[in-house]
């Protein structure tokens, strides 16, 4: 009785290490050849049209 008294307060140890252990996961990401992100190709973006440029002279009044 006496030997079940040490040998089961070892095995809880035992059983609490193995479980750290396995619970004890990997902080590395897997490398994966895809590119982050990538726009969709099937709708592209329609260029902005340029600017109009300023008009040089004031406008001329009606009166």
């Known amino acids: ?3 079940l008294h040490r040998i089961i307060p070892i095995l809880l ?12 996961g990997k902080t590395e990401t897997p490398k ?6 990538q726009a969709p190709k099937d ?4 260029p902005t049209p ?3 440029p300023e ?8 009166a």
């Open 1 to 3: 009785m006496k030997k």
């Open 13 to 24: 140890a035992l059983v609490m290490v193995l479980s750290l252990c396995a619970c004890g």
């Open 32 to 37: 994966t050849d895809a590119p982050a992100t």
């Open 43 to 46: 709708n592209p973006v329609p």
């Open 50 to 52: 340029a600017p109009a």
């Open 55 to 62: 008009p040089t002279e004031p406008p001329k009044s009606a």
